[in-house]
């Protein structure tokens, strides 16, 4: 009876992880990453989108670099440190969101805006990060949520090398392949997918268009939720071949679900709050949205690829984890 009563505790628990991470964390993440991207917008280089590309790019990938290589070299055993790590997340959030404008402008300004152009983008940047075991790192809030506060120890994960000799090099040549190979290859994914999404429901109306984006993408990560950790353990009793399939699968539905939410907020974001003459409030709203994330312990997810990168292997099967903001995953 106990053992019922934990299980029912836990279920319900994990739905209203689910139901904050979509409520509540994702679209003021994704408000945080708009208007940061408004200001660049408008303060770097806002007529000649090639340069600013360009621009933010460099500044975001040297950003990133530097942050991924220099953070296994430090320890985080005392209160200050952990005080300076939690202060540079907003550093790492503005180099992340530099990086992605930078490339999607690049991608504007080299690729054809066709929905042939976007399918390729979208296929061959998914099949590349699958092939090189980090096609997670697509899955962004709220399709993986964390807690501040259950961070014990900041990590980067990062990809490449893992035996070699010169350990100077590995780290250079893994900061590299992480931060602008998986990096790059994320992005591509992000914009053949929300192009697609664009080109799809180009008939339906602006805040409708928002809405149904919005909620489209809450039920499949909803469903992908409920669903992970029975598929989890099904992977776990079924040949290897099969069980990387279900969770490629199972990736891509969270992935193009994620764009989803993110597409909606995104649009919402326009609509309802950066008419107009943007600049002063869309300052206010940035810093507004950052103390609400820190204060909510929940920062962390303001940061994602290019600083690190989801790895996959054949015990942990990283796919099916979603995370938990309510400590409702181990």
């Known amino acids: 009876m106990a053992d019922e009563g ?31 991207w408004k200001l660049m917008d408008i303060y770097v280089f806002p007529s ?70 976007y399918l390729v983008c979208h296929s061959i940047a998914f099949a590349i990060l699958s092939a090189t075991k980090t096609v997670s790192s697509i899955v962004s809030p709220p399709g993986f949520l964390i807690n501040d506060f259950y961070v014990d120890s900041p990590t980067i994960k990062t990809v490449g090398f893992k035996n070699n000799e010169n350990r100077i ?6 900061g590299v392949l992480t931060v602008m190979v998986v990096g790059t290859l994320v992005v591509t994914y992000w914009r053949g997918t929300w192009s697609i999404l664009d080109y799809i429901t180009v008939g339906i109306s602006g805040l409708n268009n928002s809405i149904l984006s919005f909620s489209v993408g809450c039920g499949v990560c909803i469903i992908g939720y409920i669903t992970a950790e029975p598929l989890k353990t099904k992977a776990r009793n079924v040949s290897s071949g099969t069980a990387v399939l279900m969770e490629h699968v199972f990736v891509y539905f969270l992935g193009v679900s994620v ?32 103390l609400m994330m820190y204060f909510g312990q929940a920062a962390y997810n303001l940061i994602g690829s290019p600083i690190g990168c989801r790895t996959h292997d054949t015990e942990s099967f990283e796919g099916f984890s979603m995370g938990s903001f309510l400590k409702t995953q181990p």
């Open 48 to 117: 000649h989108s090639d340069i600013s590309g360009i621009i933010c790019t460099v500044v975001g990938f040297t950003v990133s670099f530097i942050i991924v290589i220099i953070h296994p070299q430090i320890t985080y055993k005392t209160t200050l440190s952990r005080i300076i790590w939690r202060a540079s997340v907003y550093l790492m959030s503005l180099s992340c969101i530099s990086f992605w404008r930078g490339i999607w402008l690049i991608l504007d300004h080299t690729t054809t805006m066709t929905w042939m152009s």
């Open 6 to 36: 934990s299980s029912c505790k836990h279920h319900v628990l994990r739905v209203i992880d689910i139901l904050v991470g979509c409520i509540f964390i994702a679209p003021l993440v994704v408000l945080y990453w708009r208007t940061t």
């Open 259 to 290: 764009v989803n939410v993110w597409r909606g907020v995104w649009s919402m974001c326009d609509i309802l709050i950066l008419q107009g003459n943007p600049a002063p409030k869309t300052i206010i709203t940035h810093f507004l949205t950052l």
């Open 169 to 174: 090099g590995k780290t250079i040549c893994n």
